[in-house]
């Protein structure tokens, strides 16, 4: 609407000083992230393997890759991954955010808490989460036992490890999504509490009608962020199981990486980045439109 | 002539005087301490750094040429002494060396993206078999037939020698090798009124499998990799087909022959031992090799690196013993480890050959022997640690064993075929499917479509 | 505004439910609180013990003898000294470029409507999915072109332009009223200006928390330093660490004490910056 009263002096205007803010990032950003990953476009067409000449193949690699069960199966349980860890993770993180974010003593120590498994070592963490799921001796069957259960074969089982290694990545990252959470609250009025107590709001009213939809731009960015970086694990799965039992934890990154950098077939671990690209793109186009809802966000 | 001659020697002259100040320039302490432990090592390692003989020998015109190489991992010990010998080698030849270390986790993809930025080094370790067939395909390594590299071939095992070759030329010496066995804890074996092993056969495994094995007390007879895949299962399934009298490749290595009767025996039997007596545990891979010095499984079959660690540890140095693999038909053990190798781009091919075989070839690889617990590949060597009263004991089992040690069937494609080969026998592992037969026909149908593909 | 928070608190400390609830907080705090702790607390643990005990199972938790030794050795055994330096100059460098030339971008994209913005921020998003790993050698590519790889700034200039950094601080200026612009422009500001004094100090939680990821990641990353430098000189503190991995054995005990030495920068990082979003609450009360 109101773009459209707008003159076109001020029109010029904006552009000028858009253009002036964007364009020292804009020239970084079309060097080092734009020409490289068209670059990989155009080895997603080749026999590139990085050290010699390469031919083009044309859709080939493309063809290759729909063909072979282990891409599939990847594909399958990178998106199995991805359902595991995005709603919980995001909604985990946004209830501890708001526990968080009072000034009760002692708080900014519990947040930092929470925060130390984002910076632990990796290894460190898949140590000892192997520990604790350890099929006989592992802290977690032994608690089950207490109790009459168990014992799961937490990482043993090829139906049930990728939903351990989900478990970990949520406890994992949990802090990281909690902090972004706990900045936008901060931009949230701290008047708009007040009035709606001296209304008579309850704390789950408060919730659903302040909270929510006045942190909707960062609940879009934390939740999109955490789709993209679940459609790309690599980490824990390398390190902690390395794909198996079989190939239920094998996903997509780990796919390309071996292909790109173990089998020297980098035109073919291109096309798998793409075909995830145009993956990681649909499915974020669904989520733009279906947050939508919450007002225009993107 | 004149003016040029004396404009370079002026050149020379600055740079050096430039070079002397920063030295004065930078952390004195630093510099400090650097010198003391060059002293220090110079005097405990003087012999070796005399004893260095020169490959090509006699009279020879001094080289200016300078060579790169990569060399994985930084332990202080070795990296001092190769500084040293590197100086002395210069003072022999002229050729100057650098050496780089770089560290081991990803150094393939280093390798990689040097070759094509056009940074690589003129000579660097890899991973003998696996990383220099996939270069050496490539057209990236130096051929070393060219300079009669025949010669050495006598000093080398035979298994150890052909990890180098592809297609009849030579790709690189090897400098250090290692094979597997096994290891057992007497403490465990005692318990279970056991003898330790000797001329055991699978038999004689499985059964000690089943008696050292203790539910009640979380104890398993055996560690067998079932979950390791990054070439760890194939590796260690491998000497078991070779005992059986299986092959993995048709001699040619163009196709895939280990679903044979001897094949589906070799697979069985590890089920049998994983799935049936339960004597093998089935865990994630992290944890590893530490079960057995924790004691929850009295065997792991694995290799001389492993020793320094375990003798390390006071609880655990006098606890254990290491075996011969069992033998079925025949025995065998798969060998592995370093070599070098040259690449082809080397502005100084005929330097880079003479210090291959200079590290390789000289008394100073012993260096690297003692300092990296590995098995020399060098059968005139073969007691080389006999003397050693700490490893001596140890490692002779390995040595021993090197006469019968097997290279791994190596192709350019080697680490796709050991990924898939290890998904397809792990399946079987894990109930997927409890057709051995069908497993492994599945296995060579998908290992022959990579080697189908390598001809293109 | 302050007055009436006390006020609120004071009310509710009347009622006894309320020491109850505080009670149940407090306790939920902790447990989670505890589970966050423990694999930290076996990278401590480890990082004082002697090799051999580094990793058994069940783990050792306190080491009978704690090995101090191990943080000398990691200085000794290789120039971590200067690794550690390596890896500070490149942070500094990182974190405050990323942190302009991110803000500058995103306001733009947040507050000015030029022409193509919706076009652009659409691209600066999509790059985000492709995954890392297939350019990593296009870039290392660009850099050997042009001779400057085994050099910092191939470390330094591409960590400047992070779509994530612009999308996340994007968001935050997207929720600032639209009031405060046009209040700058009534007082003669300029877009730039109305960005530098009046927009940025209004995220400074958010500029925090890309200041603290971006000095998270760029202090661990490891692929970088790894394929681009080959002089030792030059090398940072992962590739410092990662020596102690061996081709076939790992000093755990010495990759944990390296780990947790790098880890300590971040967390003072992150508990500074904890002390901003305490006054960020009052500073976008009194504006808001």
């Known amino acids: ?298 | 002539m004149k003016a040029r001659k004396l404009f370079a020697l002026v050149l020379a002259g600055a740079l050096m005087v430039s070079s002397f100040a920063a030295c004065g320039n930078s952390n004195s302490s630093s510099t400090a301490s650097k010198t003391e432990s060059k002293t220090e090592s110079s005097k405990a390692e003087s012999s070796s750094a005399e004893s260095t003989p020169a490959s090509t020998g006699g009279e020879k015109e001094k080289s200016d040429a300078k060579l790169n190489i990569w060399v994985y991992g930084w332990e202080k010990a070795s990296a001092d002494k190769i500084k040293e010998d590197t100086a002395a080698y210069k003072e022999e030849t002229g050729v100057e060396v650098t050496v780089t270390p770089i560290a081991s986790d990803s150094y393939s993809t280093k390798i990689q993206a040097t070759i094509a930025g056009g940074n690589n080094p003129d000579l660097a370790f890899v991973d003998a078999g696996v990383q220099s067939t996939q270069l050496a395909a490539k057209g990236k390594l130096l051929g070393l037939n060219q300079f009669g590299v025949e010669e050495y071939k006598d000093k080398f095992y035979d298994s150890v020698w052909d990890t180098m070759v592809y297609k009849d030329d030579v790709y690189g010496l090897r400098i250090t090798s290692n094979n597997l066995a096994l290891f057992y804890n007497k403490e465990l074996f005692e318990k279970a009124g056991l003898e330790e092993p000797k001329d055991w056969t699978w038999d004689d495994l499985r059964e000690a499998a089943k008696k050292l094995t203790d539910p009640d007390n979380g104890i398993f007879g055996l560690d067998l990799p079932v979950y390791d895949k990054k070439g760890g299962y194939t590796w260690n399934w491998l000497p078991f087909l070779w005992q059986n009298g299986g092959e993995l490749l048709n001699e040619d290595r163009t196709e895939a022959v280990f679903n044979s009767p001897e094949g589906v025996e070799a697979l069985k039997f590890w089920k049998t031992m994983v799935q049936e007596d339960k004597s093998v545990p089935l865990q994630a891979a992290p944890t590893g090799v530490n079960r057995f010095t924790s004691g929850i499984t009295a065997m792991v079959i694995d290799g001389p690196w492993n020793l320094n660690p375990f003798l390390s540890d006071p609880n655990f140095k006098d606890k254990f013993g290491v075996a011969p693999l069992p033998k079925q038909k025949t025995q065998a053990t798969v060998v592995g480890g370093e070599g070098v190798v040259a690449f082809s781009n080397t502005k100084y091919p005929q330097e880079a050959y003479d210090y291959l075989v200079h590290l390789t070839c000289s008394d100073f690889v012993h260096t690297f022997w003692e300092n990296w617990i590995t098995i020399p590949p060098q059968p005139a060597e073969k007691d080389f640690y006999a003397d050693d009263e700490t490893y001596g004991k140890y490692l002779q089992v390995f040595s021993d064993q090197m006469e019968y040690s097997r290279t791994r069937p190596f192709t350019p494609s080697w680490p796709q075929i050991e990924d898939t080969l290890g998904i397809d026998l792990q399946g079987y592992m894990f109930n997927k499917t409890d057709d051995a037969q069908a497993s492994l026909d599945k296995a060579v149908e998908d290992v022959n479509k990579i080697l189908a593909e390598e001809d293109k | 505004m302050a007055k009436v928070q006390t006020d609120a608190l004071i009310q509710k400390k009347k009622t006894p439910g309320f020491i109850v609830r505080r009670v149940l907080l407090y306790v939920v705090l902790i447990v989670i609180g505890l589970t966050m702790l423990v694999p930290f607390l076996w990278m401590i643990s480890t990082s004082l013990k002697e090799q051999y005990d580094a990793v058994k199972i069940p783990p050792v938790w306190i080491p009978p003898v704690p090995r101090w030794q191990n943080y000398v050795d990691i200085f000794t055994e290789q120039p971590m000294f200067q690794f550690m330096l390596n890896t500070i100059k490149i942070v500094f460098f990182v974190v405050l470029g990323q942190l302009f030339f991110s803000s500058l971008a995103a306001y733009s994209f947040a507050r000015i409507r030029f022409k193509g913005r919706t076009v652009m921020f659409f691209f600066y998003i999509a790059t985000l999915m492709v995954p890392g790993q297939v350019t990593m050698i296009p870039t290392y590519l660009m850099f050997a072109k042009v001779g400057l790889v085994d050099n910092h700034i191939a470390l330094i200039l591409p960590a400047f332009f992070s779509a994530f950094g612009v999308f996340l601080l994007r968001q935050f200026f997207m929720s600032l009223p639209k009031e405060l612009e046009e209040a700058a422009e009534i007082d003669g500001c300029n877009p730039f200006t109305t960005y530098w004094r009046i927009m940025l100090p209004l995220i400074v939680p958010a500029m925090l928390t890309l200041g603290v990821f971006t000095l998270m990641n760029t202090w661990n990353d490891y692929m970088g330093p790894l394929i681009y430098l080959t002089t030792p000189e030059k090398y940072t503190m992962t590739l410092g660490i990662a020596y102690f991995k061996g081709v076939y054995t790992t000093q755990w005990n010495l990759v944990m004490a390296g780990s947790v030495l790098s880890v300590i920068p971040i967390l003072v990082a992150y508990l500074c910056a904890q002390k901003y979003f305490v006054e960020g609450i009052a500073f976008s009360g009194v504006k808001g």
């Open chain 1, 1 to 298: 609407m109101e773009q459209a009263k707008t003159s076109s002096r001020l029109q010029r205007r904006w552009n000028f000083w858009g253009y002036l803010f964007i364009l020292p990032n804009f020239l970084g950003f079309l060097l080092f992230m734009l020409v490289p990953i068209i670059m990989a476009l155009v080895f997603s067409f080749t026999n590139y393997d990085v050290i010699s000449q390469m031919d083009f193949v044309g859709i080939n690699n493309y063809v290759g890759l729909f063909t072979d069960d282990q891409f599939i199966t990847s594909l399958l349980n990178t998106l199995w991954f991805a359902v595991l860890t995005v709603p919980t993770g995001v909604i985990l993180a946004l209830l501890l955010a708001v526990l968080f974010n009072r000034q009760i003593r002692g708080i900014s120590i519990f947040r930092t808490f929470v925060f130390i498994p984002v910076i632990t070592s990796m290894v460190a963490v898949s140590l000892v989460w192997s520990m604790l799921y350890e099929d006989n001796a592992g802290l977690l069957n032994t608690l089950l036992g207490y109790v009459g259960l168990g014992p799961v074969h937490w990482l043993t089982d090829t139906n049930i490890a990728m939903i351990s290694i989900a478990i970990m990545s949520v406890w994992k990252g949990l802090g990281y999504n909690m902090t972004i959470f706990l900045a936008g609250l901060q931009g949230v009025p701290g008047e708009l509490y007040e009035a709606a107590t001296i209304d008579g709001a309850t704390a789950r009213q408060k919730f659903m009608k302040i909270t929510v939809p006045m942190i909707a731009p960062t609940t879009y960015f934390v939740t999109l962020m955490a789709l993209i970086g679940s459609l790309q694990v690599f980490d824990q799965v390398w390190i902690m199981t390395q794909g198996g039992p079989v190939d239920a934890t094998k996903t997509v990154a780990m796919y390309l990486y071996q292909y790109g950098f173990q089998f020297y077939k980098m035109g073919y671990a291109c096309a798998a980045a793409y075909v995830l690209f145009i993956l990681v793109f649909i499915v974020s186009l669904i989520q733009n439109i279906s947050s939508k809802k919450w007002g225009d966000l993107a």
